[in-house]
């Protein structure tokens, strides 16, 4: 757990939404890598892009069903994650085209998504470990 991704005041408590958070920053990191090495936007930065688009969704998918199946409301969670889908998948056009300042972009990714997390999942985690501990007591 020392070389995690994630900052510590991130984590959920949730092993395997951390899990997928780590994974996600490392996506972030690849496509930062990828985009910020070439002067022009190339195809490989491209495809991780949408790589990490993918990825998001799969990681949305699993935390709506973590709260569908503990009964946790979920709509003001899922909008926001609505929203960061939509615009990450507008980014990848607009890149192509060339019409995008990839630092600036990629700075805002991962502001958008730590402040994701904070706001949205660390409760979503707290939710979730509260239902598991009344599963064990109930
Ligand atoms: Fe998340
Ligand atoms: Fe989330």
Redesign the pocket.
Known sequence: MTDLLVPTELLTGIAE?DG??DH?FNSMLQVKNALLSVSDVDEAGLTLLAQLLEELLE??AW?QEAARANGIPFEHHAREHARIAAFVRGKIPELRNGRCNVPALMVYMERSFES??AH??LG?GTALRAAAQARRTG
């Open positions: 939404m997928q958070h996600l990681h949305f935390e994701h997390v949205f999942d979503l």
